[in-house]
């Protein structure tokens, strides 16, 4: 199966920045094309992939500019092999781009209150964050028995405990900046039981 989506959308209107009380009147345009295959193997495997390229202008003033969201791709491929009668285990990935910011130029220090106060780049969105990678493994069983069924699973998320770049973290005067990163390796399991009458 292979399909194909375009989109697009235009806004307006002002806008708080992510990492300032800014306002700014601005009007944001959109596009958005992505395409999607999926093959079934052997009645058991299900193969998919889709790709999305996102081009996002955000129009400030007299300045264009990328979105935060603009992404030459965004990658997601899944593969699962579904066996009812033996288990269930699925493998996916996701990659993209880093998202863009605004960074801060200098920082103004205000004795009175002992702060350091931000002056962020007037060229908006000048900087992109570390693309993001991340894979995911999940596996699921079921034990059928006359009074009790049990349903199992254990799902591995962020396998490589790669760190994904969410946001900018400032030191107190805005000299040194790290990250803020999405979540690491996390590790998730249970089970569920049905009991019949």
């Known amino acids: 199966m292979i399909k194909g989506a375009l ?8 806008r708080q920045q992510d990492q300032s009380f800014e306002l700014l009147s601005n009007r ?7 395409f999607y295959f999926e093959k079934v193997f052997y009645n058991y495997i299900k193969y998919s992939f889709s790709n999305s390229f996102i081009d996002q202008k955000a129009f400030i003033g007299d300045g264009q500019y990328n979105g935060t969201s603009h992404l030459k791709y965004f990658v997601k491929t899944f593969v699962q092999y579904n066996n009812p009668s033996l288990f269930s ?22 004795s009175d209150l002992d702060l350091y106060y931000p002056i962020f780049s007037s060229d908006y969105f000048n900087q ?22 049990v349903a199992t699973f254990v799902s ?3 396998v490589f405990n790669t760190s994904n770049a969410r946001r900018p973290i400032y030191s ?3 000299s040194a900046v790290s990250y803020d990163s999405y979540q690491f390796r996390t590790l998730y399991f249970g089970c569920v039981w049905y009991l019949k009458n």
């Open 156 to 158: 591995l998320n962020n």
């Open 89 to 110: 285990l699925s493998l996916v990935y996701f990659a993209r781009p880093g998202t863009f910011i605004n960074t801060v130029d200098r920082a103004e220090y205000n």
């Open 7 to 14: 989109y697009y959308k235009n806004e307006t209107g002002d």
């Open 28 to 34: 944001v345009q959109t596009f958005g094309a992505e």
């Open 128 to 149: 992109q964050l570390p693309a993001y990678n991340r894979f995911d493994v999940s596996f699921s069983k079921f034990f059928r028995g006359k009074k009790l069924s």
């Open 172 to 174: 107190r005067d805005y």
